[in-house]
């Protein structure tokens, strides 16, 4: 598969992973950021609905009538879309495995609870079974660092994912 950009093509090879190459899919979903302007973008053969889900944060799905493994999408021109995710389902009603990375590289656990509003949003959206946390790296290079600042930190935010 092919993602173009204005800027560049992103190629997922399907026949590096064994799941895509022997079982075709029929739905691609982009979880991305919503400001107002259109996501536009063109895939032969999909229908493509784009449904709001939280403030900033939409799924723009491409489906497809019949299995495919091989489909390029491209996206307007004029605007650069910011996609957080991607998953590819071999079957509309199977459950699988999505990778959603959400971070700021250099920031502190502070920063980052105090300035991703975006992240409990696109928590609610994605729900996972499983949360993998690996936050505090940045902050041990610090001075002052604090345990104990952190470690209630870091309860109150595993507190406020629970909520989410």
């Not at 902050?139 to 595993?158: A, G």
Request: charged residues 25%; hydrophobic residues 40%; proline residues 4%.
């Amino acid at each position: 598969m092919q993602l173009h950009t204005p800027t560049s093509v992103a190629s997922l090879e399907p026949q590096k992973s064994k799941r895509l190459k022997d079982e075709p899919f029929t739905k691609i979903e982009f979880l991305h950021f919503l400001d107002g302007n259109v996501f536009l973008l063109i895939c032969e053969g999909a229908k493509i609905i784009t449904e709001k889900v939280g403030h900033h944060t939409a799924i723009t799905k491409l489906l497809f009538e019949k299995p495919t493994d091989e489909v390029i999408v491209k996206f307007d021109n004029k605007i650069k879309p910011i996609i957080y995710a991607l998953r590819v389902n071999a079957n509309q009603d199977e459950k699988g495995i999505t990778y959603h990375k959400f971070g700021v590289a250099g920031s502190t656990l502070d920063q980052f609870i105090n300035n991703t509003p975006l992240f409990h949003e696109q928590l609610a959206v994605i729900k996972p079974d499983l949360l993998i946390i690996s936050l505090g790296t940045n902050d041990s290079y610090i001075d002052s660092l604090n345990v104990t600042r952190i470690s209630k930190q870091l309860e109150v935010f595993v507190h406020e994912i629970h909520q989410t």
